[in-house]
Each structure stands twice: as structure tokens, then as C-alpha cells.
């Protein structure tokens, strides 16, 4: 064999180590195809998709607000929301990314920092900022165009909640605000995201689940540069359904301007069905200081205002009755038998009782003094009398035959109870036994009892209905964004009250008499042309005096509260209107004047109503300032 | 180029030339490789059909001037399948200094895509005559090899006539710079050294000058692209977004095939244009995510029976040079597709070597048709001596 020969043998004997070498090689490829497709095949398909397809949460446009004429009260205002997918980066890039997104659109990072610190659970999207407008909208979208791939970014469209009549009607629309997160981690708000715009108070919280609507989804793939490739799928959105209210703004108005700048409550009500017609806590607040991002020195503000405009003093504001209570009084001796139309109690001026003087408003006395009078001219000391016939247990029966110690309700949040005393109550919860002089007080609305304003109303309308009464209600109907009725909040009759038709007809004889008759103690609510029934009260914030102060000579929160609560006309009466003035004076002199423009206001619209006008709502004039409210009347 | 001539050339003597070469006569055609172009027109068809796949949504002209250029291609395969291999023996080194000129007329005039100078602009279109350089080197190496054979093994002076056809092309390619075809040059050259055998001495030596002149590549030929290219093959998650961003993009392509992939022309990471280069470098990715494991498993092997095929065809081959030349062509081809898809799954940094068949570019095209040409050639000849 020739060296040539060995030579190209040898040469042909390495070609085997060559193609064993190129399979080892192609081995490693295969297996790494296999680690890739095969065992890490899902878990890379997902990320593909994450890649492509994009999930666009589309926002459902809350539900608008109109009033009873379907006049528009809330609106929508749409904005874009930048929110940030913390989901998208590994954990030590979070933060500096943030920083980053936070410099560019000009937000506070510390407070960003703050929110995903506290959000962090889970971890949710994170709003960055509201409020942004188209422009700044544009010039955001070209910021993608840096983070392809995945985008931490997410924008999406928000509709801003616009109150365009402002403080006129804040505690009945309440307002919106950012979730907290309480709420989020309840599971009734598992469909929320941190930022995301829930109703706070009032209407827009008591009907957070019908104004909502429901977020829509779009599936969509993208390509690397994040264009929209086409949409792979997408459920829309569905409007939150609109709200028609009971409010007639044109009432509302008139409320407002006989309120002035008076701290208090009123509330106007149909007795025929409980809707309510107006309704004001003064004073009142501006609802877009509350819109996010809430300024919070503003919002301190409001916390330490002493005349708490947060409140909805209608529903939640808990005040002595008064002598507006002393219907309670009366229905009870009646039915009971305590009392007829003839008994009769001299009142000179003060009751000695258990060795303690109680007085009469009056301290001239009334002298001989029965029921009908009584009422009329608001009498101490014959309802000391009758109330001590009674005894605490059964007042407290008239009193909650009348909707007193029970929430009335109403379609709106955070409502109180009240207080209606008993025996049983003092020593639960005092720890001591009932003194019988306390009977005596509560008889005439003071001491312990405590009802809201709109607990008041709803008494008197069970008066005026002679023991009907319907649940007070503030929406009318829900109605879906094309008009259609989804649900129809019809009349409620929540009791039927056991008390006689003829007690009744006395106490509401009696109740024209304090409007109607001479030395009647609500005059001041007379109406030339309708019969008006309705009852004054003075409830003393201090403690029921053995020394007669001037309630004007006393600083201001100590003052009494005026009450005057009414119904017209008295027979088929069409409204009720319970009036709070806090720490004002005389019921008769400051809230019965109140309540007669607004009763004026109400059969004036009316009126209007019947020839067919409903104005459109202009600039609602801001509260005039109160008038001077007259002398002091006893 | 003058090479020295082998102090042994006497006993082993160069064949005379066949009489027959430069004419096809019928044994050509009897003795004609039908698996070798089998395998030729089903990785044409499948590459055809994968850039028609990847270019879909970016630029179909691209896949056009491909197809376009198909035909000559398969000319100019036609054409060194017919001319006798035999006769490029003489030829090689002219051939290997063409395409040197080529490179220094592109470091010179070259037209710059990417970054790169790596084109000329020869007016029907642009060559790149770095792809032309890794079958030049293969003739040239051939060529010297072949005329000096060595039984013993090539000693280091033996060497560094071969050497020097080495770094001439390489130092300009990586001028260029073209990372790629720069390391597939020394991968070509170090597999026909040790395929005909160098001395130990000689590895030893050519480890030790190569790792000495790392750093010097490192600090003053690579750019600085290049660099972080390869620091993010060894740590990709780094820089995510950038340049990682490729290696994770074709993973996740390559991942979302699965078993049997997304279906042709349904690949939604090259369809939605998340994979760079998906025409170029990253062809692969876009096979293997609308074919799946199958599929790829499949390509791969008709590669290994391609490249085992050219192993086949040297064993066969009744002359030296036969032998050599189809040896060289075969580690040509198996290096590409090594790197190429090694980077696709990310066991190798993205250093944009084509893959072929399946990779746009004309050039890479014509020089896989001429590699594919000779070896038709050398095993239809395997009888005609």
C-alpha cells in the first residue's frame, strides 16, 4: 500500500468522527428544542401571549342623575387614567421604572410610593394619574414605543363624575372617590381596581351598583410596536343605568333659598308615597372638592367645620324633638283613654313634680288648658300630664307607631335611628332606673328622645295619612342609557298604624289650629289659600331649665333648635315639610316662615306643572343670606 | 499566492487529470446524486416557504428578490456541477484572491447596512463577499492541503502557509465588522486542520496565540455592539428590553410552538413582528414556532442528512482533493446551521450567521448553491477516474 493510499484511508476513516461530532451537536440542539417546546412549551406559549394579546378593560360610563322633570343633575366628564401593571417587571425594576413614568407625567413619587406600598397586595394595577387629557393622552402613547415587549403601562378612558349644581344638592347625590382599601378587599368589590371611582355618600353610593354599569373587555392582539393588529374579542361595556330622582330641582331651589345660610335640615315629602321633593343639609359642600384627587387640607377643613357639612343632617343629624313630639303625647293619651277631648289641666306656668319645677315655655301659664288649645298653643305642662298618665313604656309605643326609634328607610346611606327612651333602655344602658320627671320630658320632646328630620317628616305624614306611612324614597325609577324603565321604585307602605281614625282627625284639628288659629304657635306658616297643618317646636339644648334663659343670649351651640314640621293641604295633603334650623331660636319664628315658602314654592310649581312648564335649570342662584327672622314669638 | 510545495509531493505524486472533464457525458447522469438533490429542493422549498412566512408581514420583497434570484442560483449550482471538479484545482487560489479583493474593495467602497460595511454595491445587486469568503477559504484550504499531503501530521511551519489563507479573509471580514462569518471562517479552517491532521504542538500553539489575541480582539477590533451582544448571551435577563430582548423573543417563539407548532403562516411572535431579524438570523425561530418540536426535529435531520450525505460523498470520492473539498463543504454547512439555530435557542449569542437555505440574503443564497453544485459534482464523479 502506497503512502497516498494510507494517507486518503486516513483521511476517510475521520470522516465517521465527523458525523459523530455533528450528531452530538445536533443532539444538543434537539434537546434544547425539547427543553423549549416541550417542557417549557406552556409557560413560553403564555408569554407569547402575553406578547400579543392585550386585555383592554373598557370603562363603563357611570349612570347620569336627573331629577324628577328629567333635568340632568350629575354628568359625565371623560378623562384617561394612566395605571401601572406592576405585574409586567421583575420587582427591583418596579421602583425605578416608576420613578421614571412618575417624573414624566409630573406626579409625586413618594405618593405613588405610598399607594403601591399599600395596594401592593396581589398587585393590582396601580393608577398613576387621572385626569389626563387628550393631548397629554397622545404624547403618553408615544412612550411605548421605549418598552416593547411588555408595557407597564395601561391607559384607559374614565369618565370624571361633574356636579354642575355644586353644593345644591351635595347630601343627596353624595360624590364619588377613589376605592380604599377596605372596600377592595371586600368581595362585593372584587371586580374594582385600586383608583377606580366609587360612589362615597348619598345616591352615588346607595346606588354604586346600578350607576356602575359593567366594565367592558377587549381583547386585542398587538404586534412588537404595540399597533392594534385587530380585536380578538371584546365584551362592551355596559352603561351604568341612569337614576330619575323624587328631587323636583325647581323645590330644591326654594329650599335652598328659604334655608339661607341657616345651619340645619329640611326635607319636603310626598305623603302620599314617601317620595321625597327636596331635601337640604346645610350647610352644604362643594362635591368636586371631593372628586379625586382630594385636596386635603380642603378636606380637613370640612372634617373640623362645627357645622359638619359632611353630614346629611336630613338622615343623620339626631336632634330633641321638641314640641313637635307632643303629637306622640297625644295620639297616646287618646288611644289609651288618658286623655278625651274634654280633659282638662291647668297650666300655670309650671308643673311641681317629684320636687322639682317643671316649666311651661309660657311662664304667664295657659291657665285651664284641654288638647286642642294645648297643641295649639304648644302647652308644657298639660302634656306633662298627659305624659305622666301615660307612662315612658307607652309613649315609646306611640312614638315608634309614628316611625320614631327606627330608620325611616330611605334610599340613601349612613341613616341614624333615632332615640325613643324607655325603661328598658335607661337601665341597659344608662345602668339606672327610669326617674318618672324624665317622662315628663319627654312628653314635650326633650330629654333623651333624639329623631332626624327626616324621621320627623315621615311622623307627620303618618299623621297626615292618618296612619299610613310609606317609606321615604329618593329615586324614582331606574332607567337604562336608551330611557327604558329597568326598575320602578314604587310606594312602600312600610306600617299601617293601629291608632283610631278619630285620634287622628283631633290631633290634625289640632295641628291646623297652630297654623290657623289666633295664638297659634305657627302663625308664621299660615297660607292664604291653603289649609295648613303642622306643629312648631323649640328643642333646648341645654338642659331643661329651672332658669328661663333667652335662647339669643346664650353662645351659639347652645342655642335651641327650631322645629317646624307641617303638611298641606291638611285634608289629602300632597306635602310634608320637616324644617331644622340648629341653634337658631323659635321654631314658630324661624322655621315655620321657612316652611311656608317652600309649601308657597311647592303649590306655585305646582301650578307650573299643571300648565305644562318645566323650566330648564339655569344658574341655580347661590343661597341668598337669611332674612332677618322676626321677633321672638311665645 | 505562492505556496511551498510539500518535501514528500514526490512520493505521493497529483493524479493526472480524467479526460473527459468539462463535458457531461452519460455517467455523470447515471451515476447522478438523487437523494443529495432531493435533499437540495426539499431545503430550498421549506426555506422558500419559511421566508415567505417570516417576510409576510414586514416585506415580501424581501421574500421576492429571493425567489426571484432562485433561478440563478440554481444556474450557477448547474454550472459547477457540470464543469469537473478536477479542474478547479487549479483555479482555487484565483478564486480565494477574488473574493479577497472583493473584501478589501468592500472595507474600502462597501455600502453599510446595520452598521456594518459589508456590502458592494454591483449594481444588479449587492454582494457580500463575506459569504463568498467561507467557500473561497474552503478551495483555498483545500487546495493546499491537497497539494500537500501529510501523513504524519502538520507541523507548526506546515501550518502557517494555511493559516495566512485564514486570517487574510478573516482580518478584513471582522473589519467589517461581521462577528459571524468571521468565527465560521476559523471554525471551517480549524475543521479541515484537524480533520487532515496537525500535530499537537501545533493545537497547542494555536490555542495559546488565539487566547493572547482575544483580548486584543475584545478591547480593539470588536465594536461595542458586538460586545454586549455576546455579555447578554451570558446573562439575557439583564437588559431585557434591548438586546436581550432578541434572545427572549425567540425563545418565546421558538416555546410557543410546542409539539407541532402554530401552523404555517399562523406564527404569532414573527407574524406580529416580535421577532427581530426574523428573516435573517432568526429564520429559525419562525420555523420552529409554526412547525413546532416536530417540525423542527424534522428540518434539523434533513440538515444532518445533508451534511451526512457530503460526509458520504468524501468517503466515496476517488481523489484526494474530492474527499477534502466535500469534507470542507460539510463542515461549511454544518457549522452555519449549528450557530445559527444554537442562537435561535439561545445556546449561542447572536453573532448573525445565516442558516441555509432559509436566511434572506442572495449571496449566502449563491454560496449554499455552489457548495451544493460542487458536492453534486464530486459525488456523480465518484466513478469517473
Known sequence: MDLVTIYEEKLKAKLGAFLAFALVVFAILIGKLWYLQIIKGHELQRKAEVNRIRIHRVAAPRGLIYDRNHRLLVDNRLNYVVYFNPNVLPPDERQPFLEDICAKLNVDFEYIKKRFQAMTSGLRFIKIKSGIAREELAKIQTWDMEYHGEYPLEIEEETKREYPLGKFMAHSLGFCGEIDKQQLESPEYVDYRPGDLVGKMGIEATYEADLKGIYGKERFEEDANRNKIRTLDSVSAKPGDNLVLTIDVDLQKAVMQAFGDTAGAIVALDPRNGEILALLSNPSFNPEILSPPVDPKQWQQLLDDPKSPLMNKVIAGLYPPGSTYKVVAALGGLEEGTITTRTVHLCPGFWNFGGRQFNCHSSKGHGEIALHRAVVQSCDVFFYHVGHDLGIDNLAIYARELGFGEKTGIDIDSEKEGLVPTRDWKSRVKKENWSPGETLLCAIGQGYSLVTPLQMAVAYMTIANHGYRYRPKIVLRIESRDGKVVKKNEPELMAKSNIKEHSFDLVQKALIGVVNEDGGTGGRARMDSILVAGKTGTSQVTGMGKHKIKSSSLPYERRDHAWFVCYAPAENSEIVVAVLAEHSGHGGVVAAPIARQVLSAYFSIKRQREKGIVQPIVDIAPPSPSEAKGNELD | ?385
Open chain 2, 1 to 385: 499566492m505562492k505556496i511551498r510545495q510539500s518535501y514528500n509531493i514526490r512520493e505521493f505524486g497529483v493524479p493526472e487529470r480524467s479526460p473527459g472533464a468539462g463535458r457531461i457525458d452519460r455517467r455523470l447522469l447515471y451515476n447522478f446524486d438523487f437523494l443529495l438533490m432531493f435533499l437540495i429542493i426539499i431545503l430550498t422549498t421549506a426555506g422558500m416557504a419559511n421566508l415567505y412566512s417570516a417576510t409576510a408581514v414586514t416585506d415580501l420583497g424581501l421574500f421576492r428578490s429571493q425567489i426571484s434570484w432562485l433561478p440563478v442560483c440554481v444556474g450557477v449550482m448547474i454550472l459547477f456541477f457540470s464543469i469537473n471538479y478536477t479542474l478547479l484545482e487549479g483555479m482555487t487560489y484565483r478564486i480565494y484572491l477574488v473574493v479577497c479583493a472583493l473584501l478589501l474593495a468592500v472595507d474600502l467602497t462597501g455600502y453599510t447596512s446595520h452598521g456594518a460595511q459589508r456590502w458592494l454595491n454591483i449594481g444588479l445587486f449587492k454582494l457580500q463577499p463575506s459569504e463568498f469568503a467561507k467557500i473561497a477559504l474552503v478551495l483555498a484550504l483545500v487546495q493546499y492541503f491537497y497539494n500537500n499531503p501529510n501523513v504524519k501530521g502538520y507541523s507548526l511551519r506546515e501550518v502557517l502557509a494555511p493559516l495566512g489563507l485564514l486570517i487574510l479573509p478573516f482580518l478584513m471580514v471582522i473589519k467589517q465588522p461581521d462577528l459571524g462569518t468571521a468565527g465560521l471562517l476559523i471554525l471551517i479552517a480549524f475543521t479541515l486542520f484537524i480533520y487532515v491532521g496537525v500535530r499537537k504542538s501545533v493545537l497547542l500553539w494555536i490555542a495559546v496565540v488565539g487566547s493572547g489575541s482575544l483580548p486584543i480582539l475584545w478591547f480593539f477590533i470588536l465594536k461595542a455592539y458586538q460586545k454586549t451582544r455576546i455579555l447578554t448571551f451570558f446573562n439575557p435577563d439583564k437588559d431585557p428590553l434591548r438586546t436581550g430582548y432578541h434572545i427572549k423573543q425567540s425563545l418565546i417563539a421558538v416555546g410557543s410552538g410546542r409539539w407541532f407548532g402554530t401552523g404555517y403562516l399562523k406564527g404569532t411572535q414573527s407574524g406580529l413582528r416580535f421577532l427581530p431579524e426574523q428573516h435573517t438570523d432568526f429564520t429559525f425561530s419562525v420555523f420552529a414556532e409554526e412547525w413546532g418540536f416536530v417540525g423542527s426535529v424534522l428540518l434539523l435531520l434533513l440538515f444532518l442528512a445533508l451534511i451526512g450525505r457530503a460526509l458520504i460523498i468524501a468517503s466515496r470520492s476517488k481523489d484526494r482533493f474530492g474527499t477534502l473539498l466535500s469534507v470542507g463543504i460539510a463542515a461549511l454547512i454544518f457549522w452555519q446551521v449549528a450557530i445559527n439555530v444554537g442562537m435561535c435557542l439561545g445556546i449561542f449569542p447572536v453573532v448573525g450567521v445565516p442558516l441555509p437555505f432559509f436566511s434572506y440574503g442572495r449571496s449566502a443564497l449563491l454560496t449554499i448553491f455552489i457548495s451544493a453544485g460542487l458536492l453534486l459534482n464530486i459525488s456523480s464523479r465518484r466513478f469517473m477516474f
